[in-house]
T-cell receptor
Framework: NAGVTQTPKFRVLKTGQSMTLLCAQD?????MYWYRQDPGMGLRLIHY???????AKGEVPDGYNVSRLKKQNFLLGLESAAPSQTSVYFC????????????????FGPGTRLTVL | AQSVTQLGSHVSVSEGALVLLRCNYS??????LFWYVQYPNQGLQLLLK??????LVKGINGFEAEFKKSETSFHLTKPSAHMSDAAEYFC?????????????FGSGTQLTVLP
């Protein structure tokens, strides 16, 4: 199993350009997440999905859109990139929730390093 | 809503010395707690998790953490540091309130192991 993979690994955009980051998992997990990682701020949740065809906003959703048309894929889109979106983006997936709907272990991809000039 | 505070953004220890990385949480209900490790240019990998069973949790690579409700802490320890332990470590909390399906991460602690 490849686990969680992310495409591309690196990308440089100019302000105003658009792009899509692809996350794929081969573990048949229901739950998928997009995070951004910035120095000194840990990981912040952008959007997440609790199953195929569903999406929900996380802590920092502005400027991003997502889609989960297939269970194994979770796409993150930037419609008009801004320098503030320069970051490392991580995708994660999880097979289940714990009792009470609590998040369980998440499995992370290797990340996409995005620079917006 | 839950939150996590990691004291010390950078910690340095000598090889063979005790590793202690601090994590304090805030939650109005009993939480579940996680420690993840991130090696350079890689994603996060689970070290261990506490899910209300034993308060002392053993993880991979010789790490362990103890849940102390009275101190709202979940500190990570390893008796003897190895050079390969150099990485960034994140504490995370999940609780049955607020954003129940989400993990909330601390800001991370960079561990340096000196020869």
């Amino acid at each position: 199993n490849a686990g969680v993979t992310q495409t591309p690994k690196f990308r440089v955009l100019k302000t105003g350009q658009s792009m899509t980051l692809l996350c794929a998992q081969d573990m048949n997990h229901e739950y998928m997440y997009w995070y951004r990682q910035d120095p000194g701020m840990g990981l912040r949740l952008i959007h997440y999905s609790v199953g195929e065809g569903t999406t929900a906003k996380g802590e920092v959703p502005d400027g991003y859109n997502v889609s989960r048309l297939k269970k194994q894929n979770f796409l993150l889109g930037l419609e008009s990139a801004a320098p503030s979106q320069t970051s490392v983006y991580f995708c994660a997936s999880s097979p289940r929730l714990l009792a009470g709907g609590i998040a369980d272990t998440q499995y992370f991809g290797p990340g996409t390093r995005l620079t917006v000039l | 809503a839950q939150s996590v505070t990691q004291l010390g953004s950078h910690v340095s220890v000598s090889e063979g010395a005790l590793v202690l990385l601090r994590c304090n949480y805030s939650s109005s209900v009993p939480p579940y707690l996680f420690w993840y490790v991130q090696y350079p240019n890689q994603g996060l990998q689970l070290l261990l998790k506490y899910t209300s069973a034993a308060t002392l949790v053993k993880g991979i690579n010789g790490f362990e953490a103890e849940f102390k409700k009275s101190e709202t802490s979940f500190h990570l320890t390893k008796p003897s540091a190895h050079m390969s332990d150099a990485a960034e470590y994140f504490c995370a909390v999940s609780a049955p309130s607020g954003s129940a399906r989400q993990l909330t991460f601390g800001s991370g602690t960079q561990l340096t192991v000196l020869p």
